[in-house]
């Protein structure tokens, strides 16, 4: 069965103070490992989309990297406007649709 | 350009009413997708439409929930005879499909809130 797990639930990091989220995931035959950022009360806002261990994408202080068991975001000299919750997701075997993990939930403080 | 939108933004209904939700996708985007997010639950996989073809239904939750889109754009999806768990978010994504790119872009969700 398609699982995806994030780890950790929740971080709290002070400004500057850089880190990392794991995603772990379980899919007979990857089709795309996708990032997402969600604020409180919004959708989920599309940041990256990973296909191949050893793919790697940047956006501003997010670098998202792949490994054939797992993904991580990594967040440089983050600030408090990066606080929200990073979901990530795997498409399912059919094609049909994203599995989600639960999400880090990231705060920042100055 | 416009993203995607949902209407209403907030829906309270009593138990045992009717709902409807409903989605604009991204204009020219073929793929279209419902999900459901409960408090501390990750998002659920409700239902999927590509341009004309038959929707997966694998993820709707009982035969209380269906979904149409209409002329390949607006979907709704409609709840019948409320139950208190189907109190949720209700998301709608939409991607350019097997055109190119399989991103979804998320709408802001409808809260339904059942009493």
């Known amino acids: 069965e398609d699982q995806v797990t994030q780890s950790p639930e929740a971080l709290r990091l002070q400004e500057g103070e850089s880190s990392s989220l794991n995603c772990s995931y379980t899919v007979s035959g990857l089709r795309g490992l996708f990032w997402y950022r969600q604020d409180p009360g919004k959708g989920p806002e599309f940041l990256f989309t990973?296909?191949?261990a050893g793919e790697e994408k940047e956006k501003e202080r997010l670098k998202a990297t792949l490994t054939k068991k797992e993904s991580f975001l990594h967040i440089t000299a983050p600030k408090p406007e990066d606080s929200a919750t990073y979901l990530c997701a795997v498409r399912n075997q059919a094609g049909t649709a994203l599995i989600f993990g639960k999400g880090t939930t990231l705060s920042v403080s100055s | 350009g416009a993203g995607v939108s949902q209407s209403p933004s907030n829906k309270v209904t009593e138990k045992g009413k009717d709902v409807e939700l409903r989605c604009d996708p991204i204009?020219?985007?073929?793929?279209l997708y419902w999900y459901r997010q409960s408090l501390g639950q990750g998002l659920e996989f409700l239902i999927y439409f590509q341009g004309n073809s038959a929707p997966d239904k694998s993820g709707l939750p009982s035969d209380r929930f269906s979904a149409e889109r209409t002329g390949g754009s607006v979907s709704t999806l409609t709840i019948q005879r409320t139950q208190q768990e189907d109190s949720a978010v209700y998301l709608c994504a939409s991607s350019r499909g097997r055109a190119g790119g399989y991103e979804q872009y998320f709408g802001p969700g409808t809260r339904l809130t059942v009493t």
């Open positions: 990973l296909y191949s």
């Open positions: 204009s020219g985007h073929t793929a």
